[in-house]
């Protein structure tokens, strides 16, 4: 029995690697934040069976180490924002990735990274349209300085005013308000 695990779990550890690899590649590269349809292709064909494996919690236990608790969020916060672009997929995992991120906090994870890589440990909490997440992505964000406070900030000053990301909408199926559309308009966040 002690066998089985030990090669799952050096399995795992390979897949937590290739995960975390890939996306510091794709940071190096600049394309963590462009919308990008060749490599939202190539994302989206390495990783969308091991996505669906996450989010089906087949892979929990990779919350034991930071690198682990990384790839988790990278794989549904970071993942279907590509691989799904457009359409109401991106948000599918949004509810568990906060989950996987404050497993995270809990355990002071972010820390235990690479400083480039800590953002995407307050990303779930800057994606969600609740408030009390929000507070939770500014104070985080905090530890992060420039440019990713303000960013932060301006997520939550969104949720305050609409209690929702407007830009959301369409691919949610919500009616967009006259103030929204006027933010729209008037260049507010696209997403």
């Not at 779990?9 to 590269?29: M, N, P, T, Y």
């Not at 509810?95 to 400083?115: F, G, S």
Request: glycine letters at 8%.
């Amino acid at each position: 029995m002690m066998a089985i695990s030990r090669i799952r779990w050096h399995r795992d550890d390979a897949l937590i690697s290739d995960v975390v690899g890939f996306w510091k590649q794709a940071g190096g590269e600049g394309r963590w934040f462009d919308k990008d349809k060749d490599f939202d292709r190539k994302f989206r064909e390495r990783f969308l069976d091991l996505h669906i494996e996450v989010a089906k919690r087949r892979h929990d236990g990779w919350m034991r180490t930071p690198e682990g608790a990384l790839a988790l969020l990278i794989l549904t916060d970071q993942f279907p924002r590509n691989a799904f672009r457009g359409t109401a997929h991106m948000y599918a995992t949004d509810a568990l990735a906060r989950h996987y991120a404050r497993a995270a906090k809990a355990v002071e994870h972010m820390e235990r990274v690479e400083a480039d890589l800590r953002l995407f440990f307050c990303l779930p909490f800057a994606h969600s349209e609740e408030i009390t997440d929000q507070d939770v992505s500014v104070a985080l964000n905090g530890r992060l300085g420039r440019p990713w406070l303000d960013h932060a900030k301006g997520h939550r000053d969104i949720i305050r005013l609409f209690g929702r990301f407007p830009h959301r909408n369409p691919m949610l199926g919500r009616a967009t308000t006259p103030a929204e559309a006027d933010f729209l308009k008037g260049g507010g966040f696209q997403g």
